[in-house]
């Protein structure tokens, strides 16, 4: 009959030749089942877009993502069955591995993941989840055969000349769309939304790359700074031990109106001289690693705009500026015990980078799930004890008992005469974790001077950040919404912990620099003034910038001192590649 095209059984497997034209078939000729086979992913892709994303501009994303995804393959292999299949598997690990990176860190994955994604990350999740290995591995011999099955089966062809239009279109729009209404970057710790956000933080990635990279910088600078030798620091006087502690996300919850708190809460935030100093740090509520750049290479992670969340990763190899390496010239060993596997955000890495040279993993430790700050300061007096006595030290001790959940009591035998004050659980909980990790200090402080009785120290305490409900208590009338923007603007009352300067037989050096509230890269600054320490030139002229623009650095001038002292410090070699 004129209008229908005969269909001819497939015998051998079709030939995918440049002649092959799109199959005109009606359903019975080509089959149900051969037909389900194109129109299944798609639908199922449609059921994952309803369960995961919440709203129209979510959704319109997802389409686009979809049919980037779906084109492309399509361009490359013609199939549109094996097409929307292999699309619908890469959707499908994309919200799996969300999901589980939203366990870990409490924010789902975007375009940078890939951008800066390296073996060590990967193999931090194959270590501390066994079973994830054999997860992909079976996933595999089942994916594989499916596909290679479709490849062949696949009665359709589809010219490769309109699908790349097709998805060059769908990429054209999707850019636009991303560029007109940017994703908000609070919108990142939301459960959901997997795809829409990953493909939107492409576009706005790819253009701040473009634009200046993975660091903002100045384009020139007419200063100079000169490169020190690494022998050419000779103190005067006595130089103490330094022992830097990473207090876990903590700061005086005092601040929030209504909380109930133990008779005595306030002392572990001061330092030797009654005083209570506010360290303003630059994340909120879990990622510990953007403190961990303040205080080791003295910058600030704002510097990376969308990038920041990866700024340990990125600066790994690249950043040779900070703490360590400042106290190394001056004849320092430098150590560093890191309560998780040191593959986690290229920790090991980046530590060593500026200037770590042993650094001590969960796995060095012995450390079994989360311990309490006792167990990381035991292993610090070992670790001390075995150290030449003429050499000074310096040590970072990473503590990691009170990080979240406080859904959940951690270890409450250690805590056998707690009452809860009567907040809601989660906060008293949290108080609970504290005063453990005060009384533990204490504890750490009397074997310092019972083991080292003729040895000075100077110890510096810091809040890493604010834990994740503090938008919470801080502001409870607030919605996600009005918290998101105050994270977003950089709120200082999200933002703001406590640093504490303490001695054991020293004397802390008088400095302008220990100011009652200061940004997270002083801190590195602060500790080398108190110990006595001469500047190299960068930490002089970041004392200078300290000083003029009253303990802010990156907010000071909207980022222009930031701006200005990175390119300095690429001009002196300090810092390459970004």
């Known amino acids: 009959m004129p209008g229908i095209v005969a269909y001819e059984p497939m015998a051998p497997p079709p030939n995918p030749g440049p002649s092959a034209t799109v199959a005109t078939a009606g359903v019975a000729p080509v089959g149900f089942w051969r037909w389900l086979a194109v129109a299944a992913p798609h639908l199922a892709a449609l059921a994952v877009m309803f369960q995961t994303e919440t709203d129209f501009a979510a959704r319109a994303g997802f389409l686009l993502s979809w049919g980037i995804l779906n084109f492309f393959w399509i361009a490359l292999l013609r199939r549109p069955a094996l097409s929307g299949a ?9 919200i799996l591995l969300s999901r589980l990176k939203h366990d870990i860190v409490q924010m789902t994955a975007n375009f940078v993941d890939l951008m800066v994604i390296d073996r060590d990350t990967a193999a931090f999740l194959f270590t501390i989840f066994p079973g994830l290995r054999w997860s992909v591995i079976s996933a595999a011999l089942v994916i594989v055969p499916l596909m290679y099955a479709l490849w062949w089966l696949d009665p359709f062809r589809i010219r490769r000349l309109p699908a790349a239009a097709a998805m060059l279109a769908c990429l054209a729009a999707l850019v636009g769309y991303a560029l007109a209404w940017p994703e908000e970057a609070w919108r990142g710790y939301y459960d959901d939304g997997y795809l829409s956000k990953f493909s939107r933080s492409g576009v706005t990635a790819v253009s701040d790359f473009i634009h200046y ?37 903590s700061f005086d919850i005092r601040g929030a109106d209504g909380i109930k708190v133990p008779q005595g809460y306030g002392s572990h935030f001061k330092s030797f001289d009654g005083k209570a100093r506010k360290f303003l740090a630059e994340s909120n509520g879990g990622p510990s690693w953007f403190t961990e750049y303040n205080v080791l290479a003295g910058l600030s ?8 969340y990866f700024v340990t990763r990125i600066a790994s190899g690249r950043v040779t500026r900070g703490l360590p390496l400042a106290l190394r010239r001056c004849g320092y060993e430098t150590v560093s015990l890191y309560p998780a596997f040191g593959a986690f955000m290229s920790a090991r890495s980046f530590q060593m980078t500026t200037g770590i040279q042993h650094f001590y993993d969960a796995h060095d430790l012995g450390a079994k799930d989360v311990e309490p ?10 670790l001390m004890s075995q150290q030449v006595p003429a050499k000074p030290l310096f040590m970072f001790v990473y ?13 409450p035998e250690l805590t056998p005469s707690w009452r809860p004050p009567g907040n809601e659980p989660v906060v008293d909980e949290y108080l609970r974790r504290q005063a ?28 890493d950040h604010q834990p994740e409900f503090s938008p919470h208590v801080l502001d409870p009338d607030l919605d996600e919404a009005g918290v998101g923007k105050k994270l977003e603007n950089y709120d200082p009352r999200y933002y703001a912990t406590y640093y504490a300067i303490d001695a054991v037989n020293f004397e802390p050096v008088k400095s302008p620099t220990a100011m009652e509230t200061i940004d997270g890269p002083y801190l590195p600054l602060v500790i080398q003034e108190a110990a006595g320490i001469p500047l190299d030139p960068s930490f002089e002229e970041q004392k200078a910038i300290m000083l003029r623009c009253n303990g802010l650095f990156y907010a000071c001038k909207d980022g222009a001192e930031a701006r200005r002292f990175n390119r300095l410090l690429i001009d002196a070699g300090q810092i390459h590649g970004l």
């Open 373 to 382: 700050d006792r167990f990381f300061y035991d292993k610090a007096l070992d």
């Open 213 to 249: 990279g993975f660091m903002e910088s100045d384009a020139v600078a007419t200063a100079r700074l000169n490169v020190p030798l690494l022998d050419s620091c000779h103190p005067t006087g006595r130089r103490p031990n330094i022992i830097m502690i990473h207090d876990e996300s």
């Open 436 to 463: 453990m990790s005060a009384d533990d200090y204490t504890a750490f402080i009397a074997g310092l001077k019972k083991k080292f009785p003729a040895q000075s120290f100077l110890i510096v305490r810091y809040g």
């Open 399 to 411: 503590l990691a008992a009170n990080h979240f959940p406080w859904e959940t009591r951690f270890r």
């Open 86 to 94: 292999l699309s619908l598997t890469l959707v499908v690990v994309l």
């Open 301 to 308: 992670s704002r510097s990376f705009g969308r990038f920041s």
